[in-house]
């Protein structure tokens, strides 16, 4: 049984509050616990962010960037060894954990570029003999608070810019699979990152609590459900620190008259199916329009029949279990309520069962239609591998069916019309938008961003955080000599 500690100022630091069990969502045993902070680990952390602060702020930009260079390189060796951790403790398949690892990989690639994308502007003869410029300081300590779905690419895609513009990082995981956040940290230290600049520190509300409320923290950033979005952006805002939140997702995902079949079932089954569904960006949505919706719902369903469902680390495996026991539950009952409420299963393998994982938590893929728009299964983030199909006729009622929906993380269109792009890319009501893209997550070299209730705040990560983690200083200088006395406020 392996024990995860936290990384406080360069070391693992273990024992400090009660334990929390990992388990392996394909067995329901634990695999691992998890030491949960007490109040003075949570000020270790902090403490020894804020002492590394000044130095790594100091540190010249090209430093930290050889820092990040190294860093990207160990991620990449230690690629399989990362994408193992993920899958003990989230349950994803080892090749689609590796593929986290690569995105998380991008962002640090990203990051690496600091010099050439963190810095100021200046203007001259902005008034007689005056020039003003623009020049970028690191925040301070940041705060990042990870899901469970990707645990390692969410954080360092955070962190990765963070670090690059001068601040230090604390990193609360998700407490069902931190193993791989402390291989992260140990790899940084690895690469020369000073000590107290990466800090990683396990634990529940009250941990983040802390955390927030702390003076120290003087940005925060967080992914997870709306629910507790809004509620980290409002106490984290109470406290007068930068915030930005990222919530619960239903893409949609609209198919017009002249799309591919093949093409748009093989896209559907694989986002709405991947990962169990557990993807904030995965297509949960068909928004058919025109006559094809027959057609498409037989091509998706021979492809949700044949998917094999079963651990991530069994060879042939595509869809491994959901995270908890709980997630389990709540998805299945959502099926079986919107079934009774009308809607038809066209596919109905939530409660498949994996021979010789008979305890694991799984959920099989599950193709619903003529589900109500009033019914949770299509209001709420299911988080599994369900997908909901609505038959529309034109292209305007399914724009409308987007901008209705309380969420706005993306969403996608697939044709081979002109028009209709133009038209979705102007009218969609999301903040990431794919054509002929199942999942429109942009290159790091963009951002991650949602609408309405999918984010709170008016950032985003990747490419879109050097702004959340650097403040502006405006600076207007004159160095010719001025004399008298002058009482008016006037123009340049």
């Not at 300590?141 to 601040?167: D, E, K, Q, R, Y």
Request: charged share 20%; net charge negative; hydrophobic share 45%.
């Amino acid at each position: 049984m392996r024990s995860i500690p936290h990384w406080i100022n360069g070391a693992k630091v273990s024992g400090s509050g009660d334990s929390i069990d990992v388990l392996d969502p394909a067995t329901d045993r634990p695999v691992a616990t998890v030491d949960a902070a007490d109040p003075a680990t949570v000020d270790a952390a902090l403490a020894a962010a804020a002492a590394a602060f000044d130095g790594w702020a100091l540190t010249p930009l090209s430093k930290r960037a050889a820092v990040l260079y190294r860093f990207r390189d160990l991620m990449i060796e230690h690629r399989t060894e990362l994408a193992a951790l993920i899958t003990a403790e989230h349950g994803k398949t080892l090749d689609d954990a590796a593929g986290e690892v690569g995105r998380a990989v991008d962002s640090i690639e990203l990051a690496c570029g600091g010099p050439a994308l963190v810095h100021g502007r200046t203007s001259l003869q902005t008034g007689p003999n005056i020039d003003t410029k623009s020049v970028l300081h690191p925040v301070g300590v940041c705060l990042g608070i990870t899901p469970f779905n990707f645990p390692a690419m969410m954080g360092l895609m955070m962190a990765s810019v963070a670090l690059a513009a001068g601040n230090c990082f604390i990193w609360k995981p998700s407490e069902q699979d931190p193993g791989v956040c402390i291989r992260i940290a140990e790899l940084l230290t690895e690469a020369g990152l000073p000590d107290g600049v990466m800090n990683v520190v396990n634990g529940r509300q009250e941990t983040v609590e802390q955390l927030i409320d702390d003076p120290r923290t003087q940005a925060v950033s967080f992914v997870g459900s709306s629910r507790v979005a809004q509620q980290v952006y409002a106490r984290a805002a109470a406290a007068g620190k930068r915030v930005q939140t990222f919530g619960g997702a239903k893409n949609h995902m609209v198919v017009m008259p002249d799309a591919d079949t093949e093409v748009v079932a093989d896209q559907l089954a694989s986002s709405a199916f991947g990962a169990a569904g557990q993807r904030c960006m995965a297509i949960s949505v068909a928004v058919i329009v025109g006559p094809t919706a027959e057609p498409i719902l037989e091509k998706v369903a021979e492809r949700a029949n044949r998917i094999r469902v079963g651990a991530g680390i069994t060879d042939g495996t595509e869809v491994g279990p959901v995270v908890s026991r709980a997630a389990q539950e709540r998805i299945r009952s959502s099926v079986k309520a919107a079934i009774a409420d009308g809607a038809r299963a066209v596919v109905d393998r939530s409660t498949v069962q994996v021979p010789d994982f008979e305890d694991g938590y799984f959920v099989g893929p599950t193709v619903l239609t003529d589900v109500a728009l009033t019914s949770p299964a299509y209001q709420e983030e299911l988080f599994g591998p369900v997908l909901v199909v609505h038959r529309v006729d034109t292209l305007d009622e399914a724009l409308e069916l987007i901008k209705n929906h309380q969420y706005g993380n993306g969403a996608s269109i697939f044709t081979q019309d002109g028009a209709a792009v133009a038209a979705f890319e102007h009218r969609v009501s999301a903040g990431m938008v794919g054509v002929n893209v199942a999942i429109p997550v942009p290159v790091a070299a963009y951002a991650v961003q949602g609408w309405k209730s999918s984010a709170f705040g008016d950032t985003g990560l990747n490419n879109a955080s050097w702004s959340f983690y650097t403040r502006p200083k405006y600076i207007t200088s004159r160095w010719d000599s001025v004399s008298g006395t002058d009482f008016g406020f006037r123009p340049n």
